[in-house]
């Protein structure tokens, strides 16, 4: 009884296209609702998209790209978006072995019901080496 009642539309889509044998180009969209999990939480609607490229660079190596947008809208009031960008690249062994090399940033900016702003900037450089049976 202290939250209104919410509904609205959910969707989830992806569109891919190969312009060549080696690329492909995926463009991903997503609408949902995601309810309280405790007394005093809001719910949120939240929506998010983003364009992904990857491409084979020669046959052992692969590199990839990408760009997304998201925004939470919260029931009791106030916001929060923001866009990331990423870029990879992996490096085959063999079958059970890689290396992967990447990038991200995110920005996250947010204000709250009573119209205060935040907002932070996340750098995130991993260098992985996967191992396989």
Do not use: C
């Not at 079958?95 to 935040?118: E, K, L, M, N, Q």
Request: no cysteine.
């Amino acid at each position: 009884p202290g939250y209104r009642p919410h509904d609205g539309a959910i969707a989830e889509a992806e569109l891919a296209w190969n312009p060549t044998g080696l690329t492909t180009l995926r463009l991903l969209g997503t609408r949902s609702m995601e309810d309280a999990a405790q007394a005093g939480v809001a719910g949120y609607t939240y929506s998010s998209g983003k364009l992904a490229w990857d491409h084979e660079l020669r046959r052992d190596v692969l590199a990839n790209a990408s760009i997304g947008w998201r925004q939470a809208e919260y029931l009791q009031g106030g916001t929060q978006s923001g866009e990331t960008a990423g870029l990879g690249l992996t490096w085959l062994f063999n079958r059970s072995a890689r290396i992967s090399a990447t990038y991200d940033w995110a920005g996250v900016h947010g204000s709250g019901p009573s119209g205060t702003a935040t907002g932070y900037n996340r750098d995130l450089a991993l260098v992985m080496l996967r191992l396989g049976l």
